[in-house]
């Protein structure tokens, strides 16, 4: 063989071996694969932690989320993006953003530009315009404080191909190691014109920025010192307006913490008050939390529902950074929440903030399945259950042919999910734990969500919400209800 035909062969076998299109992972293998959930987002392969970037746009859902395609365990960060129309089935698309020399794409927020008020786009075709945390990995591994910054993009196609803008960063740091996660929403001022409102977690406080144009920012007001959970650092907030049952509009803040949660590593807490001119005023000092489980991080909301919508919409990221990056899953790691309505209620003259699954989830229901009181087998992995509870004492216990169950639970005035024989637990020493949360108020309904490696308790429709990761050797085959449950309904959820 002469050296030409030589190199001509070396060359056709590597550029065969180049193109060889990598193995694919199909919808099928997908959904037969062990723990993969069949009705929660997760992505087809790689790590994945923060839902980021949610903005509805003509029909479509986006979710962004923190994303490293390269691995199962956190890394350099990209924005992963899918969409969907009706919340259920999600559509992968390209990576919308990837890490560059200013660093990697932490997590952050989406906005629907309408007015152009960045020049991005056209009033023709306004932007969408994304605004995260640069984290320059290197020079976090040095003594400098300055290494995240907050940064913009743009996309004039509906989120499918995004430019950064060339400014960045927007927002530079001012010497503060914890400076990250812009959360963007529009406010309309007294005067009728809009400002843009950008709420940032700074070490553990938030701070509130102001802007015309998304490019220039101003310092409104700060938050969070001696009031609600320190245990960790503050991460994703967000800004919200509703509207009390009596009518009245109040703000509420937000705050992703960790570690420092109710049941060890990451967990969101809240604040409700008033906001205004930058400044938010909490109502008084009470810690609550958004879900009492162990397995709701770093949850935001969606920007830019159309009004008729009427409601807000969020999405949590359903693990913990306790083990997140050793769970049992395979060619994925980490799956988000299902998608939950946000709104106020009033126990006893006290304000608190209910998470209800968003009323699509409905549509996922397929055979109905009467129960009696007696152990009833399953139809699958995923399932939803509902019932009514007539007492304040009541137990669902799951359970499958390798002896191992999941217990949910009232008993004196604590809901609890005991996930202590729920399956694999030895990848690390907190994960078998029975979780428990106070309710002082009666539970007159429980809705639950089962998927293949989760559990979602909302009573009384999400007055008070548990999420919990799981791992059972075998799908939960039986399930037995205390005397107290009745109306039990069990629907198998179609993929
Ligand atoms: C929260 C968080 C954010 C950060 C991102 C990095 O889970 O730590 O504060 O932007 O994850 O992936």
Redesign the pocket.
Known sequence: MNRTILYLSILSILALAYCKPKPQITFESIVTEEFRPSYHFTPESGWM??PNGLIYLDGEYHLFY?YYPDSTV?GP?HWGHAVSTDLLKWEPLPIALYPDSLGYI??GSAVFDAENSSGLGTNENPPMVAVF?Y?NAEEAETSSDTFQHQAIAFSLDKGRTWEKYEGNPVLPNPGIRDF??PKVSQITNPDGSNSWIMTL?VLDQINFYSSPDLKNWRLMGEFGKNIGAHGGVW??PDLLPFKTPSGETKWVLLV?I?PGGPQNG?ATQYFIGDFVNGKFTPDDTMIRWLDYGPDN??GVTWSNLPTEQNRTLFIG?MSN?LYANVVPTKAWRSAMTVPRELSLFDVDGTLLLKSAPADELEKLRSEEYGVSQEISELPSEAIEITANVNSDSFSVTLSNELGENLVISKENGLVSIDRRNAGKSDFHRDFAAIHSAPMSWEAKDIRIYLDASSIELFVNDGELVMTSILFPSSPWKNIAVSKNISSLKIFNLKK
């Open positions: 932690n923060d923190q956190w960060m932490f997590s945390t984290h990250r996660d977690a991460e994703c992703s960790n990451s991080y770093a990221w950074w």
